[in-house]
């Protein structure tokens, strides 16, 4: 059978790509020119000030102008990032009362960005990853669903939980957090693919999250660490994880979310490249396996 979709699949690029810069049109014009539609915002105020009403609506001008359209917002992880070099880390799963609370008020300000410029997804993580899995609390991580859960579906945004690599967030833990630990309005599912591989199968993780998956993560590692290349420069099985896409019935958008870079435009052009091959494999002939 073929790819079905009622539309083409939509690619877009996370400025996580752009991270240590301050967000400005010339980021927008590039990924325009290399053949995306979509982006995702990193909140992070030394690169986008999400506090601040006039910046969501200078960037409103500038999507408008380079006709890219706003997919969704990275909620905050960090207080900075700037020279490689990340400030204090935001965490919603935090044990302590008064860094979870930080996390949930700069989270609930990214959400607010919303009201003034319309997103769909705030892509979520829930604690921080493996390395430091003792800081993650998940009476905290339920406390904070909840807030920032109704402040999400008051601004019309969809919230979504990522795969990460700690207990609180693989695939089935993932799941369990959406159909039995907290009721989230609006809420589902961002598959990262380079977490998945890191930690354990890709393709297995996709299936599990069948039904759930709102909104995605591209990138690849070679599983030592998250590297965040394009697809194809690591060792996922791109092909094998677009057709468990496509066997799960996924017809959202496809974020890639790569590494901050000194030449942007290489990379883009690289991923361009890998997009098109994704498009191949979602249009060949799956009649194989998958009735």
């Known amino acids: 059978m073929q790819y079905n979709s009622p539309l083409p699949p939509r690619f877009g690029i996370s400025t996580h790509l752009f991270h ?3 967000l400005d049109r010339a980021h927008l014009a590039a990924i325009k020119a290399h053949g995306f539609d979509l982006v995702e915002v990193y909140a992070t105020r030394t690169h986008f000030d999400y506090h601040d009403v006039a910046a969501a609506n200078t960037l409103g001008e500038w999507l408008a102008e380079t006709g890219v359209a706003l997919h969704g917002m990275h909620a905050p992880t960090t207080v900075s990032y700037s020279n490689g070099v990340w400030g204090d ?10 860094a979870r609370r930080q996390a949930v008020e700069e989270t609930i300000r990214a959400v607010d960005v919303a009201r003034t410029l319309p997103y769909s997804f705030l892509v979520l993580h ?4 493996d390395a430091d899995d003792t800081r993650n609390s998940r009476a905290s991580v339920a406390r904070s669903l909840e807030d920032i859960g109704v402040a999400a579906a008051d601004a019309g945004v969809t919230v979504a939980i990522e795969l990460i690599p700690n207990s609180l967030s693989q695939a089935a833990r993932l799941v369990q957090w959406l159909e039995d630990d ?7 599912i961002c598959l990262d693919v380079g977490h998945a591989h890191l930690t354990g199968d890709a393709m297995a993780a996709i299936e599990e999250c069948s039904g759930h998956i709102v909104t995605t993560h591209l990138h690849d590692n070679r599983r030592r660490r998250d590297d965040h290349l394009v697809p194809g420069r690591g060792s996922v099985d791109w092909e094998g994880v677009a057709m468990a896409f496509r066997k799960v019935g ?9 590494a901050p870079a000194d030449e942007p435009a290489a990379v883009l052009a690289d991923a361009a490249a890998a997009r098109d091959r994704i498009i191949r494999w979602l249009d060949m002939d799956m009649t194989t396996g998958l009735d």
């Open 20 to 22: 240590g810069q301050r």
């Open 89 to 98: 880390t935001l965490t919603i799963g935090a044990a302590d009362e008064a």
């Open 126 to 129: 829930l604690g921080v990853p």
């Open 182 to 188: 907290v009721e989230l309005p609006r809420a589902g």
């Open 250 to 258: 996924y017809d959202g958008a496809w974020i890639f979310e790569l």
